[in-house]
Each structure stands twice: as C-alpha cells, then as structure tokens.
C-alpha cells in the first residue's frame, strides 16, 4: 500500500472547548513521511508540533502536545479523523492553540476531509504488524490497553465510570472502514459533578449544550442550575428522563463508548507508525491511552533498530522439518533448525526450539545449561544454506561450507526452553554459488548473536 494525503487543503472554523477562543484549522497536503504535524500560524516563524507521544504533557481533560514551549491543546479528535480515514500524512494549521470542538465529535473533520479528497504517493507505507500481545496498565485506576495480533486495525471499549446514570457501556469497530459512519459522530461527555470542576477551573469555555453530553449523576440545584444556565447562556436547562440534560438527544444509546474509542484512535495515532492489531481497551483515558502510545512507539523502535524480525511463531511453516532435510544434508543431532518461516531471494527466515534434550547440553554445562555459540553461528549459517541453494534445482547433490566469519557477537545466552528466530539477508548477491549474508539470532525481542558470514556451495555430484 501506498502512502496517502490530502488532495487539496480544507478548512473549518469554530470555537475551542476549553480556551474558547475562535479557531480556524486548515488541513494541508504534506509530503510522504511527514506524519501528521501542527503548525501554529498565529506564532512568529509558524512552529510545528508533530504528532508525536513523546510530546504530550498533560492529559487530565484532553491530550495536550508541547514542542518547545508551542502547545496544541485537544489534539484527539483532529488525529482520529485523519487515522479513521486512513491518511498518512497532513500539515494541520491552526490560528489557535486549540482546535475547534465543533459537536464535539470527529464527523466535521472527517467530512471537510472527505470533501478534500486524497491522493495517493509513489513511497510504500509503512506498518507495523504486531506480533506478540503488548500490554499497559494504570494500577491507580485499572485503565488498561492492550493489543493483539490481527489483519486488521480492530478496536474495542469498555468504559465503566461507577455511576448508575451511564452503566457499563462498550463499543467496536471491525475495520477503518467504519470509523466515518458508526464512531465519527459520537460526541464527547462529561458527569455534572465534573462540568462544574471545570467551570470553576475556567475551562470549557467554549462548551455548550450541542457539543457535549452532560451525564446527571447528583442532585441538580438551583446554585448549580444557575451556574448552567449562566455557563450555557440558556433559560432551560433541565434533566431528561434518560439523564442527561436537555437540548440534546443521543445519537447512540452506547454514544460514550463509541467516543472513547474515538478517543483511544486519535491518542494511538501518537504512535506515529500505522500498525495492524486488535487494541482492547477497558475504561480508557488519555493518560492511558498516550502512556499506550509511548510504549508502542518504544518497542517499534527497538526493533527496527534491532532487526527482529516480524512473524508468527506458531503460524503454518513455509517447510517443516523433513521438508528441511530434503535440501540440507545435515541429519540429527547435527541438524540445528526446526522450520523456515519465511524466504524470498534475498533473505530467510528460520526457527529452532531448543529443549532440554539437545546433545549438547550434557557436557555444556552441567548444572547450567547454555547452547555454544559455535553452534548458533552453525544454525544461523544452516538457515542460509536454505537460501542459497533454493537458488539451485537440486540442492541433494550440494554441499555447504564455510568461507569466512566476520563481526561474531554473543550477546545473551540461550537455554532450554528459549525458541530461537533466525534472520539471514543477503548483503551482496549470490554469485557462482558464493553466499554473503547478515545473519542474526533472536529470542523473543533480544538480539542473542549476529554475524556476517559467507559460505559456499559446491556440486558433489
């Protein structure tokens, strides 16, 4: 898949929720591998702000970016718009440090985007597939996230705020796809013992009784009901039977939920990194939600940085053992991988599960069990060898050997029960049935050895 962004800019105005001021956002074209990146207009030189977790400084009402003393207040409904429609890369101007709340939903950003268009770009994107569950939990609050593998960007809440008003709530969304029809009208919500925290507080200032949905969960006062009426500039203010207040009908009965989720989308998109995976989210904030963020964004990091490589360990093999033995000529016990996952023409894929029971471990060591690592640079090579005489019609009638090792580092040990993930990679290609390849080891998401090896196949028949 290509990157995508937008065709033409779009713009919208309105006012800030908690700042209150007026704010015009325009949503920009960028370039591939830009992300997606604020741009504060009404600031000397313009700064930018990208959206990025690694910026965010406060989450206790909305999710707040600072980049060198440049803020973008409630940034999560402008980011879910544009992940909800599958945007890569948008410039998102603002004259303001806050965006519009329009309704206080995502449908306004996601319809002027529509209205724009997309265009799709010549460089491929870039997605992260998860791999193995990844898992954060808030101990003070039991908010927890966590993601598991999938074939698509699948999401589902629970949201459960102890109030009898609103229940235990849950929303999903399957696909992308259904973002712009099923969550991108559901509006942000707030409890009246909360809405008069932030009147005090002197935020919501820009809040009124069609951008945000008011759970009763106390007794409504006349102090209170005056401070309302005065806050929402109304003579009627009252509870309906469903409790909430008046001049406002759901648009969902599980409408809150659906706005979490809303919400999870647009703080997850401070990963900075598309990524497939089914995200569980039960009782969400935006401090989760980024704290989430972060540590997505840090393990994606890690292991690009580290090469891991990206498959399932438990899904069909491309060959399995004896498959193996019909192109290596090695045989037990010297026979040192258990499956190839993957192989293409310029890299493999290989795995051995070490148990217990491997030959080795009787003299080395005893009482402490640890694989040489010798033997590891001769799995990594055997899971080359794979590769290089694939390239052949009849690999049983070659043999394998040793050129050259070079830069052979050990890194941790590996002992019984550790399930070992070999990467080979062409460095240059083959020719006259000479090899060079990177080779390294993994174990879960540790590096345990690497080398550059070359090695050789000669006819023996």
């Not at 977790?53 to 060198?68: A, G, P």
Request: hydrophobic share 40%.
């Amino acid at each position: 898949m290509n990157q995508k962004t937008l065709a033409q800019p779009v713009s919208l105005s309105g006012i800030g929720l908690h700042t209150g001021k007026k704010v015009t956002i325009t949503f920009c074209p960028a370039e591939p591998n830009t992300g997606f990146v604020f741009r504060r207009v009404d600031l000397a030189g313009t700064p930018e702000v990208p959206a990025l977790s690694k910026y965010v400084t406060r989450t206790q009402r909305s999710t707040v970016l600072d980049k060198d003393g440049v803020e973008i207040h409630t940034s999560e409904h402008v980011l879910a718009a544009l992940t909800g429609l599958d945007y890569d890369n948008a410039i998102i101007e603002l004259d303001a440090s806050e965006p519009p709340i329009m309704d206080g939903s995502a449908i306004a950003f996601v319809e002027a985007l529509q209205k724009g268009g997309s265009v799709e770009q010549e460089e491929k994107r870039d997605v992260y597939e998860v791999v193995d569950p990844i898992h954060f939990k808030d101990e003070k609050t039991g908010s927890e996230v966590i993601v598991l593998p999938s074939e698509t960007y699948e999401l589902s809440v629970l949201v459960d705020f102890g109030t009898n008003v609103l229940g235990t709530q849950n929303a999903s969304m399957n696909s992308l796809q259904e973002f712009a029809t099923e969550i991108a009208d559901a509006r942000t919500f707030s409890f009246l013992h909360d809405i008069e925290t932030l009147l005090d507080e002197g935020l919501i200032k820009g809040g009124d009784l069609n951008n945000a949905i008011v759970y009763v969960d106390k007794e409504l006062s006349d102090s209170t009901l005056e401070k309302l009426k005065k806050a929402f500039n109304r003579d009627d203010i009252k509870v309906t039977p469903n409790g909430i207040l008046n001049n406002l009908e759901l648009k969902h009965s599980n409408e809150a939920a659906r706005h979490k989720l809303l919400d999870v989308i647009g703080d997850l998109a401070l990963v900075g990194t598309k990524f497939k995976g089914r995200i569980i989210a039960c009782k969400p904030g935006h401090f989760v939600n980024t704290e989430f963020a972060k540590l997505l964004h840090k393990k994606i990091k890690e292991e690009r940085r580290s090469g891991r490589p990206k498959v399932d360990v438990n899904a069909e093999p491309l060959m399995d053992t004896v498959k193996i033995m019909e192109i290596l000529p090695h045989r037990p016990p010297f026979l040192l991988i258990d499956r190839i996952l993957e192989l293409s023409d310029s890299h493999v894929i290989g795995l051995k599960n070490v148990t217990m029971n491997e030959s080795f471990f009787v003299g080395h060591f005893p009482g402490a069990p640890v694989m040489p690592g010798v033997l590891q640079v001769e799995a990594m090579a055997q899971t080359g060898g794979i590769l290089v005489l694939s390239t052949v019609s009849d690999p049983e009638n070659y043999l394998t050997f040793f050129m050259k090792m070079d830069n052979v580092r050990f890194k941790h040990q590996v002992n019984p029960g550790d399930t070992l993930v070999f990467k080979c990679e062409l460095v240059t290609p083959i020719r006259r049935g000479i090899c060079h390849m990177r080779a390294t080891a993994f174990v879960g998401d540790k590096l345990v050895s690497e080398a550059e090896l070359m090695a050789q196949i000669v006819k023996t028949k």
